[in-house]
């Protein structure tokens, strides 16, 4: 039975049918929600005892077995007699919440998401701020153990609040927001960023009086209230209402621009086919939604060129699209194929060959787009890429050609020195010609080298240099590398179990919206079996967990967890080489694992001269997301294991 627990509101939760599940008295909910409080970590009977009673009774410790037995009757009506609770789990000292499904917590998911086309955030913050039935913990707010809780859902609640108004004043529905708004000031009129969406609002319905009248009453408010003056925002919104001027001149200046653009470029020819793909390019970078969009649109700019019969037009179009990339797996490797396809026609349709500048950009573009798949081909693009870019004067073309080597640097284990030395290159060459983005993509390659390395000290500042430069150029998903690589690096730090774990969740929860299904896709799986794999626990066993891509490799430790090793054995027979990218040493360490717990020495044999390159690395922190320890550990291991 599917359970959902509810706390944005009364502590409640439903079945699969969505009928509320009777949890009988205040202190049985108590008990649940301080469990999912707790997000996963164990909470000790004492510490349970202490926070339901003021001066606990005698019996307190059994009266906790009590209401903890009572719940799990009511969250797990059918399960058999004696059979271990698969929600509401013992585990040392204590008890512990084993789900995800938890409102509050697909709330601060939808709220957190990286950047989205306005309609899209309006839809999706429509929806969740709807999941709230009162205030969060309603029945606990007067327990000391809840309170910070409900005070950080409280403020995701009034941020969430505040970015649906956002999202409605770029779509034009500034009259919609303003009722909303009207009462959010009168609830919290602290917010500063409140006062001024409502003024924007009004302004933009025509209401000048009533939007400078706002301001007004936010200065006073301010000035009286709490002796400061209204931050330089709210300054200049009044002066630039006071001079009658949109505050959002960006948004005039692109319609104008857009529309002259469309007067006196014809729509059918060469010129506006290119700049669409220039448009691509850069939206591609600005968040999620764009990435999607630009993907989504990609293969059609291309098959536009080709139907007009041009391969120097095609190659443009094609080598155009230089969008930095860092992860080594495809997000769409159906269309990555077509692609391909495409830059092999135009490079064999290029008349005399075509200019050095076109080669080299289908080649990189070969390079890039054939990432994962173990062809010849790819590499050898990379290395003629390369060789034709630097004997040309265009760093931005260079910048390119060695994005396309990055993803060809793969093809055995132990290269996080060559990726260092090509991320170094890459930041010295955009320091040298402002190439703001290949600037980002060089911090993000040294951080995973350096991370590989167990350069910590290093991989702290290419991470921050990366932060910086995406806030300053409006790149938001150079943030979920840089948070992911912060939880890795808590977690080989030896951070504090619920720290790590803490950081993985708010690390799984910038994927939601990134656009990037080649990099989301099976890794919180992952990242948990790392944690688990650490702490010398045995892999999830929970047969609705996603291992997207990585099941092949998961899959023998699965079955070890679950005490069938002779399938285990057979599985892991079968299992494929793991693919040549930034796991490839993380994966060959599960099929070491599994190898060595089935005594399966052909595989032990195999895992070790395929790891032994990298013995000086953590395996998978190359990847600036998981790592599952030392590969010299590994190698060790195995040697003894095989002899």
Not at 221 to 246: A, F, Y
Not at 337 to 344: D, H, I, T
């Amino acid at each position: 039975m599917d359970v959902v627990f509810g706390v944005l509101g009364p502590v409640t939760a439903w079945d699969g049918s969505g009928d509320v599940i009777p949890l009988k008295g205040p202190r049985h909910r108590a008990v649940l929600a301080r469990l999912v409080i707790a997000r996963g970590r164990v909470v000790p009977v004492t510490r349970l005892v202490d926070d339901l009673w003021t001066v606990p009774p005698a019996d307190a410790v059994g009266a906790v077995r009590t209401f903890v037995a009572a719940l799990r009757r009511a969250l797990e009506p059918e399960r058999p007699p004696r059979a271990p609770s698969r929600l509401l789990v013992t585990e040392g000292p204590g008890y512990a919440l084993r789900t995800d499904a938890v409102d509050a917590w697909r709330f601060e998911q939808v709220v957190g998401a990286a950047a989205r086309p306005p309609e899209e955030t309006l839809k999706s913050l429509d929806e969740a701020l709807g999941w709230w039935r009162g205030p969060a913990y309603a029945e606990f707010a007067d327990d000391d153990w809840a309170r910070a809780e409900r005070s950080r859902l409280t403020e995701l609640r009034l941020r969430a609040v505040e970015r649906r108004a956002e999202a409605k004043l770029e779509l034009g529905l500034a009259a919609d927001a303003v009722p909303d708004l009207d009462a959010h000031v009168a609830e919290h009129p602290w917010r500063e960023d409140a006062w001024r969406l409502l003024a924007l609002a009004l302004y933009r319905t025509g209401r000048q009086g009533d939007a400078l009248a706002v301001l007004q009453r936010a200065r006073a408010m301010l000035v009286e209230q709490l002796g400061i003056d209204p931050s330089p925002v709210l300054r200049r919104l009044e002066e630039n209402i006071l001079r009658q001027e949109d505050p959002d001149t960006v948004s005039q200046v692109w319609a104008e621009a857009a529309a002259a653009y469309d007067r006196t470029v014809a729509s059918g020819s060469r010129a506006r086919l290119e700049s669409t793909v220039g448009i691509l390019r850069n939206l591609a970078v600005t968040g999620g939604g764009g990435l999607e969009a630009a993907r989504g649109q990609r293969m059609a700019a291309i098959a536009a060129a080709e139907r007009l019969g041009d391969a120097e037009l095609t190659a443009r179009v094609i080598g155009a699209y230089d969008v930095p990339a860092i992860w080594t797996r495809s997000d769409d490797p159906r269309q990555a194929a077509e692609v391909v396809a495409a830059a092999e026609r135009a490079l064999a349709g290029l008349p005399d060959g075509g200019s050095g500048a076109a080669r080299a950009r289908l080649l990189a573009t070969i390079a890039l787009e054939s990432r994962g798949t173990r062809t010849g081909r790819a590499r050898e693009a990379a290395v003629e890429a390369e060789r034709i870019a630097r004997g040309l004067d265009d760093p931005a073309l260079l910048a390119f050609t060695l994005n396309g080597v990055f993803m060809q640097t793969f093809h055995r284990a132990g290269l996080a020195p060559e990726r260092d030395e090509l991320g170094a290159e890459l930041v010295d060459l955009s320091v040298r010609h402002d190439l703001h983005n290949y600037l980002v993509l060089g911090h993000l390659v040294r951080m995973q080298a350096r991370s590989a390395l167990a350069d910590f000290a290093a991989a702290d500042g290419h991470a921050a240099a990366a932060d910086h430069l995406a806030e300053r150029h409006e790149r938001p998903l150079v943030g979920v590398f840089t948070t992911w690589y912060r939880a890795l690096r808590l977690a080989a730090s030896g951070g504090a179990p619920e720290e790590v774990e803490a950081a993985y969740r708010d690390a799984i929860a910038r994927l939601d919206g990134s656009g990037m299904p080649g990099l989301t896709a099976g890794l919180p799986a992952l990242a948990r079996l790392s944690l688990r794999m650490k702490a010398g626990r045995p892999a999830q066993k929970d047969p609705h967990t996603d291992w997207g891509p990585y099941a092949p490799w998961a899959r023998p430790l699965v079955l070890l967890a679950q005490r069938r090793p002779h399938e285990a054995a057979t599985v892991l027979r079968k299992a494929p080489d793991p693919p040549r990218d930034l796991l490839f040493e993380a994966l060959w360490c599960l099929l070491a694992q599994a190898a060595m717990a089935v005594d399966d020495r052909e595989t032990m044999a195999r895992a070790r001269a395929e790891l032994a390159p990298a013995a000086d690395e953590l395996a998978g922190a190359g990847s600036g997301l998981v790592t599952f320890g030392p590969v010299a550990r590994y190698v060790d291991d195995l040697t003894v294991r095989v002899g």
